[in-house]
């Protein structure tokens, strides 16, 4: 098989691969968490912090949840990480935004973070800091889920069908995933311009 062939047959055995239960008590929780008034923090380093900027405008516009990611203020993010350390960026973040029970935490991670390894140490520190403010976690990453399938209340792990592709596949079903979870009929508030617009006569 070419290698188009191959990614694409790797994709539909992901999407076979996740469990859908999974995903419907993710949505309930993320419902929940904006009928209590509740605030999402995006957390993700890499192409997965482009992710979480996508998602922002996702779950702010379409499903009405006061979403944020640190990624999208690259003058805090650099000045805290030239200040006090990478490792401390999104905890520091967590603690300036008074994050409490109400609110949660989402990962979007290829390994979700290893301190053993010092790999994503900045999400392993921001988890500790919301485990200790009584934030819900939730994820979506890969691999065997790491630190923050460890420590999460609802986390999404992408199943691993090659090991060369672990992080193109993570990141691309993080969008996958995400945008399977702004769509829900319990979090979707406001419809896809294209999906609103009247359809079109022959």
Not at 12 to 18: R, T, V, W
Not at 172 to 194: I, S
Request: hydrophobic share 45%; aromatic share 6%.
């Amino acid at each position: 098989m070419t290698h188009s062939q191959t990614y694409l047959k790797q994709v539909a055995e992901i999407a076979a691969a996740l469990d859908p239960a999974l995903l419907e008590v993710l949505a309930t929780n993320l419902a929940a968490l904006r009928e209590r008034g509740g605030r999402l923090f995006l957390l993700g380093v890499g192409g997965s912090a482009a992710n979480c900027s996508h998602a922002v405008n996702d779950f702010r516009k379409l499903a009405g949840i006061e979403t944020y990611s640190p990624c999208d203020n690259v003058a805090e993010l650099t000045a805290r990480t030239n200040d006090e350390g990478w490792p401390t960026v999104f905890e520091g973040w967590l603690k300036v935004s008074r994050a409490n029970e109400r609110d949660a935490v989402m990962v979007f991670s290829v390994g979700g973070g290893d301190a053993a390894r010092n790999v994503s140490p900045n999400i392993v520190r921001g988890l500790d800091e919301a485990k200790r403010r009584g934030l819900k976690i939730f994820g979506i990453v890969g691999r065997d889920g790491g630190y923050t399938k460890q420590v999460g209340d609802v986390v999404v792990v992408i199943p691993t069908v090659d090991a060369s592709a672990i992080t193109p596949h993570a990141e691309a079903f993080q969008a996958v995933v995400w945008h399977c979870l702004v769509t829900h009929p319990a979090v979707l508030m406001q419809a896809n311009k294209w999906e609103g617009l009247a359809t079109p006569k022959p």
